[in-house]
């Protein structure tokens, strides 16, 4: 069965930065499960699987627009350490949800500088090339059931 919209698609993977650091990758068991087109995935990595089948291998790059957006310069603020009232040892890396006009996001301590903290709200692999090397474990056709739900039951997916 080939790779298509409304697929269950079981991955290993490798996730690269152009430096080559991994950045992530599927568990050393179970391999990732995806339902193709349900947009869970970034664009440039569902279109890479397109019409591919189980035990297929491929390595391709991803660019930002692709992935998980270009770094926006606006969505860096720099805010006082009052705005974390009651949370302890405030370091670099931490990350918050926090409240905008596009609604909830997550934003990311990047650098602490006295009593001015400067928050990221783009998402961490924004702005990156993403390196993959993937391994078609097993597609088959998607439950009813999950796509109503919008993600995998069973193996490498939801257990509920
Ligand atoms: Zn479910």
Redesign the pocket.
């Known amino acids: 069965m080939q790779i298509a919209q409304d697929t269950v698609v079981l991955v290993r993977y490798t996730l690269r930065n152009d430096a080559g650091d991994i950045l992530d990758s599927s568990a050393d068991g179970e391999p990732l499960a995806y339902v193709h087109g349900s947009g869970s995935l970034v664009p440039g990595f569902e279109r890479a699987l397109d019409g591919r089948k189980a035990g297929d291998k491929l390595s391709f790059e991803v660019p930002p627009t692709d992935g998980y957006g270009l770094h926006e310069a606006e969505l860096v603020q720099e805010v006082p350490r009052s705005a974390f009232e009651g949370i302890a040892n405030l370091d670099v890396g931490m990350q918050f949800h926090a409240q905008s006009n596009q609604g909830p996001h997550t934003v990311t301590v990047t650098k602490i500088d006295g009593d001015r903290i400067t928050v990221d709200g783009n998402h961490p692999l924004a702005g990156q090339t993403l390196h993959f090397e993937v391994e078609v474990a097993d597609v088959r056709a998607a439950t009813g ?2 796509l109503a ?1 919008g ?1 995998v ?1 069973g193996p490498g997916g ?1 257990h ?1």
Request: hydrophobic fraction near 0%.
């Open positions: 059931e999950e739900h993600h039951h939801h509920h």
